[in-house]
């Protein structure tokens, strides 16, 4: 079955060590974002890629970085995680444009310690 | 922009009992709307979504949604729901080439 695959599914970090969360699909969309949801709470969308091209939402703080070297890997970059940005991390795919539905992967659950 | 309200943050039903969930969105121009269920430790599914056209939507599990745009409104109904339909719902609204915005969500308890 096509769809997005979030690695890991847990993962602990310390505060200020950099920290690395992938995602692929196999759904071959142009387009792939990345959410932050912190409990109770609706996702917030951190960024997202049309193709090669990176859109950072306004309020994205500059600790986070993304990365996507193909069509079916996404990858995103905490560089000094503190305990604030403990959270899940959802990434999600579409086809164009951004407004269709999206496909969320299973999220990683992010610790920092 | 758009905004999304979703009007009840739990609901509360027992078992085979009928249940609707409230969303209000705001918006100048046509959208899109989708409604999305989010189970502990899960990513988001989607449950139904419209885009044009009949504006009673049928999604996944038995559940459906109608559009109704003179009252700016999209409410997720379920005529009998299952204990395993207990989760966190999220609406969400979009228009053309904008990102999706979220509601706050409602979490669906289902009692025995």
């Known amino acids: 079955d096509a769809m997005v695959i979030q690695n890991p599914r847990y993962q602990v970090t310390q505060f200020g060590k950099p920290v690395t969360l992938s995602c692929s699909q196999t759904?071959?969309?142009?387009?792939m974002y990345w959410y932050q949801q912190k409990s109770s709470q609706a996702p917030k969308l951190l960024f997202h890629y049309y193709d090669k091209d990176f859109n950072n939402e306004a309020d994205t703080p500059d600790n986070f970085q993304s990365r996507r070297p193909n069509t079916s890997f996404c990858f995103l970059d905490i560089r000094s995680p503190g305990l604030g940005d403990a959270a899940m991390y959802l990434c999600a795919t579409s086809s164009a444009p951004l407004s269709y539905e999206q496909y969320f992967g299973p999220g990683t659950r992010l610790t920092v310690t | 922009a758009q905004s999304v309200t979703q009007l009840d943050s739990q609901v509360p039903v027992f078992e085979e009992a009928p249940v609707e969930l409230r969303c209000n969105y705001s918006s100048s121009v046509s959208v899109y709307l989708f409604w999305y269920v989010q189970y502990p430790n899960q990513g988001l599914q989607l449950l139904l979504k419209?885009?044009?056209?009949?504006?009673l939507v049928k999604g996944i599990n038995g559940f459906e949604a109608e559009f109704n745009k003179s009252q700016t409104s999209f409410h997720l109904r379920k005529p009998s729901v299952h204990i395993s339909d207990t989760a966190e719902y999220f609406c969400?609204?979009?228009?053309?080439?904008?990102?999706?915005?979220f509601g706050a969500g409602t979490i669906l308890r289902v009692k025995s």
């Open positions: 759904l071959n969309h142009n387009v």
């Open positions: 419209y885009l044009s056209g009949s504006t």
């Open positions: 969400a609204v979009s228009v053309y080439g904008n990102k999706l915005v």
